[in-house]
T-cell receptor, first 114, second 113 residues
């Protein structure tokens, strides 16, 4: 497709379970970003991948959060032992190297931890 | 630390121009002004960006004051589909950690019929 694709669009999980969120970036975009948006809040940076460089994980809120990007394309954000405060919309974006070209965001995954 | 200040909400009549202000008094010489918007249940969408000069594209116009301490995003003929949260962001366009965009709470623009 032409846009950034995220799956699932909605996920309800029980507290303590692990979840995996997937992001398919736009073909050719070397940079990939994960953000989190809690209800009524702005976007919170989580992690940044650029090509083969080491990712910037400085925004991950705890060691329960991890992300990988395989083959420079698809990315998976994993949250282990989910907590209720993890409930949010998780947004993925991709771009060409550098910010000049602007991000293209996916529609996000709405995660609800019950 | 917030780099930009925007009003929390604004209303606009359909067909009229929507003028969304943003204050960025601490902007650095190499920082650009970017505007994104987020329609309900969607990811943010890039609108426009500029450094010093006014910019225009098919979506909007961006007016930056001469001292660059504030800017205005103009939607010339607002439609109901323009109802969204509009984010004003300042960032460099290369190097460093510019990719860590700081999205504040933005301005909720409501276009009324």
């Amino acid at each position: 497709g032409a846009g950034v694709s995220q799956s699932p669009s909605n996920k309800v999980t029980e507290k303590g379970k692990d979840v995996e969120l997937r992001c398919d970036p736009i073909s050719g975009h070397t940079a990939l970003y994960w953000y989190r948006q809690s209800l009524g809040q702005g976007l919170e940076f989580l992690i940044y991948f650029q090509g083969n460089s080491a990712p910037d994980k400085s925004g991950l809120p705890s060691d329960r959060f991890s992300a990988e990007r395989t083959g420079g394309s698809v990315s998976t954000l994993t949250i282990q032992r989910t907590q209720q405060e993890d409930s949010a919309v998780y947004l993925c974006a991709s771009s060409f190297a550098g910010f000049w070209y602007g991000y293209t965001f996916g529609s996000g995954t709405r995660l609800t931890v019950v | 630390d917030a780099k930009t200040t925007q009003p929390p909400s604004m209303d606009c009549a359909e067909g009229r121009a929507a003028n969304l202000p943003c204050n960025h008094s601490t902007i650095s010489g190499n920082e650009y002004v970017y505007w994104y918007r987020q329609i309900h249940s969607q990811g943010p969408q890039y609108i426009i960006h500029g450094l010093k000069n006014n910019e225009t594209n098919e979506m909007a116009s961006l007016i930056i004051t001469e001292d660059r301490k504030s800017s205005t995003l103009i939607l010339p003929h607002a439609t109901l589909r323009d109802t969204a949260v509009y984010y004003c962001i300042v960032s460099t366009n290369s190097g460093g950690s510019n990719y860590k965009l700081t999205f504040g709470k933005g301005t909720l623009l409501t276009v009324n019929p």
